[in-house]
């Protein structure tokens, strides 16, 4: 920027010091160090003071035309360095926004998987519990299978027991209470079978 500024400053002020041409009433002249020169002949005390004023007056207004030409570039080059920085700004902005919302969709997937595989961990444990309460509902019924076998059987025993005891059974009878029991007996042995494989 200062570079700018001391470069029209130079171009201004060489403008200045060099000779420039002034066109009045149809003549040109050429005004350099305060003097007036035509055909690169001093002619300032030659001209009229109204003459004079007029050629210097022609000179001056060149010189701030120019002056504002090169202001006007410079405001144009400021204006433009201006509007590239803003752009600059607002694409770092945007950029910026976008690495924001990239990362706060990955966030947002890796979440949704974590999710997932916790919903997932979740089933498995909901299945085993399951599977663990069938089982021992499966190995309580079979408890409670062998459990009934075993007291028929001792029911049984005692009844059969008690009635030989007394002397009351017939061989008849007796060989029906001997197939009961040995009914019964294979009644406990598949209640116990069951109740291992539970």
Same mark, same amino acid.
């Given at each position: 920027?200062?570079?700018?500024?001391?470069?029209?400053?130079?171009?201004?002020?060489?403008?200045?010091?060099?000779?420039?041409?002034?066109?009045?009433?149809?003549?040109?002249?050429?005004?350099?160090?305060?003097?007036?020169?035509?055909?690169?002949?001093?002619?300032?005390?030659?001209?009229?003071?109204?003459?004079?004023?007029?050629?210097?007056?022609?000179?001056?207004?060149?010189?701030?035309?120019?002056?504002?030409?090169?202001?006007?570039?410079?405001?144009?080059?400021?204006?433009?360095?201006?509007?590239?920085?803003?752009?600059?700004?607002?694409?770092?902005?945007?950029?910026?926004?976008?690495?924001?919302?990239? %990362?706060?969709? @990955?966030?947002? *997937?890796?979440?949704?998987?974590?999710? =997932? &595989?916790? $919903? #997932?961990? !979740?089933? +498995? /444990?909901?299945?085993?519990?399951?599977?663990?309460?069938?089982?021992?509902?499966?190995?309580?019924?079979?408890?409670?299978?062998?459990?009934?076998?075993?007291?028929?059987?001792?029911?049984?025993?005692?009844?059969?027991?008690?009635?030989?005891?007394?002397?009351?059974?017939?061989?008849?009878?007796?060989? %029906?209470?001997? @197939?009961?029991? *040995?009914?019964?007996?294979?009644?406990? =042995? &598949?209640? $116990? #079978?069951? !109740?291992? +494989? /539970?």
């Amino acid at each position: 920027m200062k570079k700018l500024i001391t470069l029209t400053f130079l171009f201004a002020f060489s403008c200045i010091m060099n000779a420039q041409e002034v066109p009045v009433d149809v003549k040109t002249y050429t005004v350099k160090e305060g003097k007036i020169y035509q055909a690169e002949k001093d002619v300032t005390a030659m001209l009229s003071e109204e003459k004079r004023n007029a050629v210097f007056a022609t000179h001056e207004m060149e010189l701030k035309v120019q002056e504002e030409k090169e202001q006007a570039e410079i405001a144009k080059q400021k204006a433009d360095q201006l509007k590239e920085a803003k752009e600059k700004e607002l694409k770092k902005i945007q950029d910026d926004k976008e690495d924001e919302i990239k %990362k706060a969709q @990955k966030e947002e *997937e890796k979440r949704q998987k974590e999710q =997932k &595989k916790n $919903e #997932k961990d !979740l089933k +498995k /444990a909901e299945k085993k519990q399951k599977q663990a309460e069938k089982a021992l509902k499966k190995k309580e019924k079979a408890q409670k299978s062998f459990d009934k076998s075993n007291s028929k059987l001792e029911s049984s025993q005692k009844k059969y027991d008690k009635l030989k005891k007394k002397g009351k059974l017939s061989p008849e009878d007796e060989a %029906k209470w001997f @197939k009961k029991l *040995e009914g019964l007996n294979s009644d406990i =042995k &598949k209640a $116990e #079978k069951k !109740l291992r +494989k /539970a």
